[in-house]
Every structure is written in C-alpha cells, then in structure tokens.
C-alpha cells in the first residue's frame, strides 16, 4: 500500500511538510523535556550569540542548544512509536527509551563541551 501523501509534489508538498512540522512542535510542547530544553536554549540561544566572539563560535555555541532540541524531538518520537506499539512492559522497549535518553544525555553533555572550549579558547 503507497502512502496517499507521498504523491504530493510542489507547493503542496512543501505545505504539508510545513504543517507536519509544526504539529511536531506542538506536540513535543506537552513534554515536560521538551518544554525545561526549550527554556534553557530561550537562555543559551542568545547567550552565545553575544559570547561568541566570531562567527564560528557563535555557530557551534547555538548549534550545541539546538542539536539537544533536535534529539529531545527523535527522543519523543522514539518513546512515541514505543508507546503505540504496546503499553507493556518489554525489555526491547525499555532498552530503546533508555536509548533515546541517553542520547539526550550525550548532547546535554555535548552543550557543556563545546560551551567550555569555545568560550575557555
């Protein structure tokens, strides 16, 4: 069976996958991770666009806070499809959150790496 949104070319295609987009972003607005990770990079966003002293480094210190944003949303959608798939507990299913948590934790750790380099440098 062929996904009905897959024929879609052009405007609207680029109209849906707008859509879409921002029905993520609502839905990761009623994550509590989602909604402290957003807090913080309200914060740090601006933070190291005035601490950064050139371009590159005001790349990497904001990239570093959106990159935790963008793996909190894979992380959600992970626990999601988990979800979905079955409420029961399984060793599968926990291994995979565990997963996906950990790697929320890795770029919360990546943050507080490049934020010491760059602003140490």
């Known amino acids: 069976m062929q996904n ?10 680029l109209l849906n996958a707008a859509r879409y987009s921002l029905d993520g ?3 990761a607005l009623s994550e ?3 909604r402290q990770e957003l807090a913080l990079s309200a914060v740090l966003i601006p933070l190291g666009l005035y601490l ?10 904001v990239g570093s806070v959106l990159l935790v944003l963008m793996v909190e949303l894979l992380n959600s959608a992970i626990e ?24 929320v ?17």
């Open 4 to 13: 009905a949104h897959k024929g879609k070319t052009g405007l609207r295609r």
């Open 52 to 61: 950064g002293s050139t371009g590159i480094a005001r790349a990497l210190l």
């Open 25 to 27: 972003l609502v839905a």
């Open 80 to 103: 999601a499809a988990i979800d979905r798939v079955s409420l029961e507990d399984h060793a599968l299913s926990k291994r995979a959150k565990d997963l996906g948590s950990a790697a």
């Open 32 to 34: 509590d991770a989602f």
């Open 105 to 121: 934790m890795v770029s919360l750790a990546n943050v507080v790496a490049v934020w010491l380099i760059v602003l140490a440098g």
